[in-house]
């Protein structure tokens, strides 16, 4: 995939806790994967690659990972701080900490800048939390609470984070054998209704995760990427008209205000409509051409900035 520039746009391995007797066998896979890609790859790294460790609980099982990755760059002569790391938020103790405290940033920083992501693990967390099997959802109130921490502790960090997966499938229940009988209308209609159950499941998910500011999440089954377009641009174009409109009344009122002298104390409005569009944007559901509407330019957009627009249309009126 490497030679022939076929490899997705995200990439890594995910290895085993480092906890218990599971760090020796951890620590032996990551070895004999790297070594391998280090032959194979002629030195190359795939872009965007990362190391997944799941289950982390102290932040010294992240400091571990970057010992073990320093050694592994020495070893195979990759250059120092190649291979970065995202971790899976899978125990309420990387939540709320022994001592009572949000332990997020102890971990991001015992990563020496290795950390990139942090993925909620929903069904470890709520077993966890003693949630039994039938209410083990993305939507309960506990997984809620934990990603409201997470989002919190890593606001304005860079750090990327990840909701969890939907693991109710859509695929049939019955399957016809070959060379057997073929399905009854009933098995058919019962197939259906389940992949529509699931996907339904699977798009109110997504949405409850957008709501809430979680762009990213998992997806296990092909069948489940259709949903997970479906649901990420129906949430953007819904709100494209009237978010359009806001941000470029907004941005225009804002401008005349200040050029009077007033204060416009607003601005994290209109900054969180600037974020629909760059989400929008960076994902496909929203182009260019759908963006003019709001009258910003691409120099105004690259700032990313509401207040930084602003700046600049008050420099050029004067």
Not at 146 to 164: C, E, F, Y
Request: aromatic share 8%.
């Amino acid at each position: 995939a490497i030679e022939t520039g076929n490899l997705p746009p995200f990439i890594g391995i995910r290895i085993k806790p480092f906890s218990g007797d599971l760090t020796d066998r951890s620590v032996r896979t990551l070895d004999l994967f790297l070594t391998t890609l280090r032959q194979a790859a002629a030195g190359k790294l795939p872009k965007n690659f990362v190391i997944t460790l799941p289950k982390v609980t102290i932040a010294a099982h992240v400091a571990a990972l970057d010992q073990v990755l320093t050694l592994l760059e020495n070893k195979l002569r990759w250059p120092k701080g190649i291979f970065k790391i995202e971790f899976m938020v899978e125990t309420p103790q990387v939540i709320i900490g022994a001592e009572g405290s949000a332990p997020m940033t102890a971990i991001i920083k015992a990563g020496n800048g290795r950390c990139v992501s942090a993925h909620f693990g929903t069904y470890d967390y709520t077993a966890l939390c003693n949630i039994t099997a039938a209410y083990q959802s993305i939507t309960h109130s506990a997984c809620d609470f934990a990603k409201d921490v997470l989002q919190v502790s890593l606001a304005q960090t860079g750090i990327n984070i990840s909701d969890g997966a939907t693991t109710v499938m859509p695929v049939a229940l019955h399957r016809a054998v070959v060379g057997g009988p073929s399905l009854t209308p009933q098995q058919e209609e019962e197939n259906r209704s389940a992949v529509y159950r699931a996907w339904k499941l699977h798009f109110e998910n997504i949405r409850h995760g957008l709501r809430a500011g979680f762009y990213q999440g998992w997806d296990l089954h092909p069948a489940q990427l259709p949903i997970r377009y479906a649901a990420v641009y129906s949430f953007f174009l819904e709100g494209l008209q009237d978010a359009s409109i806001r941000l470029k009344t907004f941005i225009d009122r804002a401008a005349q205000a200040t050029l009077v002298g007033r204060v416009f104390d607003d601005a994290a409005t209109g900054q969180g409509l600037l974020n629909f569009f760059l989400r929008g944007l960076n994902c496909g559901a929203i182009t260019w051409e759908e963006m003019q509407v709001t009258g910003l330019t691409r120099e105004e957009l690259q700032t990313r900035s509401f207040v930084k627009i602003l700046d600049g249309r008050k420099e050029r009126q004067q």
